[in-house]
């Protein structure tokens, strides 16, 4: 009788434990996951292009880039990181890569005027995260109270 009501015990405590316990640590963990990911996306900054035009030795191209903003001084210059660059005249410079972005750094410097940057719009993409964020907790709060 005794081996009777243990396997009964053992057998409720696992189907509590597999059906209830586990899919709520897994559904926790997929929600922390899926909150970094978005906080991520929030705070990746806002992004640009900045377009000059460049000359030497007579042949002139425009250089496009995209920078991202890190920083923004009182002075309307903006500490910028350089995340691509291109020559609109290929034949201008050859340089590709990590080499035209030290270039450009070295043309350009850190900091550009806030005013000449065209800024990628994100608000409605921040706006939808920021829904879906809310959306997220609401179902953090119904699941787990």
Request: proline share 2%; with cysteine; hydrophobic share 40%.
């Amino acid at each position: 009788m005794l081996i009777f009501w243990t396997f009964l015990i053992a057998a409720l405590l696992g189907y509590i434990v597999g059906h209830y316990v586990i899919p709520n640590r897994q559904l926790r963990k997929a929600l922390q996951d899926v909150r970094q990911q978005c906080a991520l996306a929030l705070d990746e900054g806002n992004k640009g292009v900045y377009k000059t035009m460049v000359t030497e030795d007579g042949k002139s191209s425009e250089l496009v880039v995209e920078v991202r903003e890190l920083a923004i001084t009182k002075t309307g210059q903006v500490k910028v990181e350089y995340l691509s660059a291109q020559y609109r005249n290929p034949e201008f410079r050859t340089r590709k890569g990590d080499a035209l972005l030290k270039e450009v750094r070295d043309l350009l410097g850190e900091y550009l005027p806030l005013n000449e940057i065209e800024w990628y719009e994100q608000t409605d993409r921040h706006e939808r995260i920021k829904k879906y964020l809310d959306s997220l907790d609401l179902i953090n709060h119904n699941l787990f109270r």
